[in-house]
């Protein structure tokens, strides 16, 4: 038994005592594998991995590349082309437009490079002029430059009359006078307020407008009037002049008159007040400008006796009260003026055509002492 127990103690200890039990020899030891030959196959066995993954992606990107990648041009194009973006067109409509005229080879080339090019953001809607067969990066290159937009430029000044834009119109555009007239006489067609009565005159706003070149008569006209609508809205002119004693045609009115009476934007509310205290006085306003819409005259300041007896509603001098409607389109400045007129006794204003400054007075003698400066007859 003592034996025994020596033998089993040697064999849990691993030493070589006495008791002749069979000992862990050297020769058994150096059977394992070695640390650095199995960490050696680990290290391969990942190298194989990564290799594997490597090679798989490349696999990948080459099909992708070769049958995922969407279709696209090369270089600036050919020939010559046109397209419309409509208002509001996102990325993919845009792209679609595009594929359609030919211009780019697939809509998603087009639409991939948009969603992560800024430049996408700037296109603005209208008629382009492109090529065909265009890369997606040359198609957005040249939405993005608005020199590629096919429209024309319209800039109607303030106080200009139906008789001065038509031919600003028909100089800048592929608009006829006479398909500008009969859009004219179509009131309902081109959106004219009830308070017109039928007349455009002073319903066309004043300002630039960019034609685009399917853009008809009608639909100009009536962009013009709705631009009037709009501003003469976010002025709450319905409001004001009742507040005022008047209607919105009359402010219209002694807007259009101030455009053309006064030379700066500054000296509207004293004239307004002018226009305000004859009406309310019962004198007749004797504003050459109303005179002039009726005889045709342009460039200067004055009138003949002739003129100045013609019987027209719209010759203040023979009449008392404002003429029968605005003898020009008013801009926004002139309209919050008549809204809003100055406070003071002035009835009368002289314009000195040399330096543009305008005199007020309240007597009719201190009104001929100022004609007398400015170097004419009043």
């Known amino acids: 038994m003592s034996e025994r127990n020596d033998s089993g103690l040697n064999l849990l200890t691993g030493g070589s005592g006495d008791g002749g039990g069979p000992a862990r020899s050297a020769g058994h030891r150096r059977a394992q594998p070695p640390r650095r030959s199995r960490l050696g196959k680990i290290v391969a066995v990942v190298v194989a991995i990564v290799l594997v993954v490597l090679a798989g992606f490349w696999v990948v990107g080459q099909i992708r590349d070769r049958f995922g990648a969407p279709a696209d041009y090369e270089g600036d194009g050919e020939g010559e082309t046109t397209v419309q973006i409509v208002e509001g067109a996102s990325g993919a409509q845009i792209a679609q437009v595009l594929y359609d005229a030919d211009v780019v080879a697939s809509t998603e080339a087009f639409y991939r490079l948009s969603l992560n090019d800024e430049r996408a953001q700037t296109i603005q809607p209208g008629t382009y002029q492109l090529r065909e067969k265009m890369s997606a990066e040359s198609a957005l290159a040249a939405l993005s430059d608005v ?100 209607n919105g045609e009359e402010i219209m009115t002694v807007a259009s008159i101030l455009e053309r009476e006064v030379n700066n934007d500054e000296d509207f509310r004293k004239a307004a007040r002018v226009i305000y205290n004859r009406l309310d006085d019962g004198m007749p306003l004797q504003m050459d400008s109303t005179v002039h819409y009726v005889s045709g005259r342009q460039g200067d300041v004055f009138t003949t006796p002739d003129e100045r007896d013609a019987d027209t509603p719209y010759n203040t001098y023979r009449y008392a009260g404002l003429p029968p409607g605005p003898i020009g389109s008013p801009g926004r400045a002139a309209i919050e003026a008549a809204l809003n007129p100055d406070v003071g006794e002035w009835r009368y204003f002289v314009a000195d055509p040399e330096t543009g400054e305008t005199t007020f007075n309240d007597t009719y003698e201190q009104h001929q002492q100022a004609c007398q400066d400015a170097g004419f007859q009043c």
Do not use: C, H, K
């Open 147 to 246: 020199g590629n937009r096919l429209e024309a430029r319209v800039t109607i000044p303030e106080g200009s009359r139906i008789d001065d834009i038509i031919p600003v119109i028909v100089e800048n555009t592929e608009l006829t006078e006479e398909d500008l007239r009969a859009a004219l006489d179509d009131p309902a067609a081109i959106g004219l307020p009830e308070v017109a009565a039928g007349n455009p005159e002073g319903y066309l706003f004043p300002e630039t407008y960019f034609v685009e070149p399917d853009t008809t008569a009608v639909q100009l006209i009536a962009q013009m009037v709705a631009q009037t609508a709009q501003v003469t809205e976010s002025l709450d002119i319905a409001n004001r002049a009742s507040a005022l004693g008047y």
